[in-house]
């Protein structure tokens, strides 16, 4: 797999790539945005035969960049192509991870990190990524109430009006709105959404969770069971 670094200490990049060359990674060395932007976005972008397509299987940003912020650049990416996006950063509050998978970020690691919990990630997002091209094409769609869910064009909806959420906020709607009401154990979630079973996931759910009670402005459309997991509560119908 072509991995993006977008990393601008070059000591961090060196010795992180080396790991990742070990492990398979073909690594490609950004140290700015415009850097990164160029990398991911060739001057035939507007091609659309070539929609979406970057060449790169994962992105990891860091966003303290010299040029620009690096959310600034998640949003750009994530306008114009689907390569999912791992943000790597030192910024731990929550504030900060929710605002970065609203931006489009698939997954959020906090510095410092364990390189395989790193690795974990990394192949995770790509799983799920080869997942969902291999499912492209399947007539589904789910109605909740006001909440439409196209599944095979990843597209979500509340009374009417479109609402963007990211691949993992997508999957983790579409995972519990298929069977509404029913209570999903979190090691489950993480289990089908993650394609993992390491523990520290558990933050990452919580973290979308939120995310999804707040692009949907339906914070009690996805009920927390205590010390069990999450169900989703259809909201009827409006008008």
Same mark, same amino acid.
């Given at each position: 797999m072509r991995l993006l670094l977008v990393e601008d200490d070059d000591h961090v990049a060196a010795a992180l790539s080396a790991v990742l060359a070990r492990h398979g990674f073909e690594v490609v060395h950004a140290r700015s945005g415009e850097e990164a932007l160029q990398a991911l976005l060739p001057p035939d972008e507007n091609d659309p035969d070539k929609s979406g397509k970057?060449?790169?299987g994962v992105v990891l940003l860091d966003l303290g960049l010299p040029d620009q912020d690096g959310y600034e650049v998640c949003g750009k990416i994530r306008k114009r192509t689907a390569t999912p996006v791992i943000m790597v950063t030192a910024r731990a509050d929550v504030r900060s991870r929710i605002h970065g998978l609203? *931006?489009?970020?698939?997954?959020? @690691? /906090?510095?410092?990190?364990?390189?395989?919990? +790193? *690795? $974990?990630?990394?192949?995770? /997002?790509?799983?799920?990524t080869a997942a969902d091209d291999s499912?492209?094409?399947i007539e589904t769609s789910l109605k909740l109430g006001a909440v439409q869910i196209e599944l095979p064009t990843?597209? &979500?909806s509340v009374e009417g009006q479109s609402v963007q959420l990211t691949r993992k906020e997508f999957d983790l709607l579409a995972l519990l709105a298929q069977?509404?009401? @029913? &209570?999903?154990?979190?090691?489950?979630?993480?289990?089908? @959404?993650?394609r993992t079973s390491w523990e520290g996931t558990g933050r990452t759910l919580e973290v979308h969770v939120a995310s999804l009670r707040s692009k949907l402005r339906m914070p $009690? *459309?996805?009920?927390? @069971?205590?010390? /069990?997991?999450?169900? +989703? &509560?259809?909201?009827p119908a409006q008008g």
């Open positions: 970057s060449g790169f609203n *931006l489009g970020a698939d997954d959020y @690691v /906090v510095k410092p990190y364990d390189t395989g919990e +790193l *690795l $974990a990630r990394i192949h995770a /997002v790509s799983r799920r499912t492209a094409g990843r597209q &979500v069977r509404p009401g @029913v &209570v999903f154990r979190r090691e489950q979630i993480i289990s089908e @959404v993650w $009690a *459309l996805i009920e927390t @069971v205590r010390g /069990v997991g999450y169900r +989703l &509560v259809a909201p």
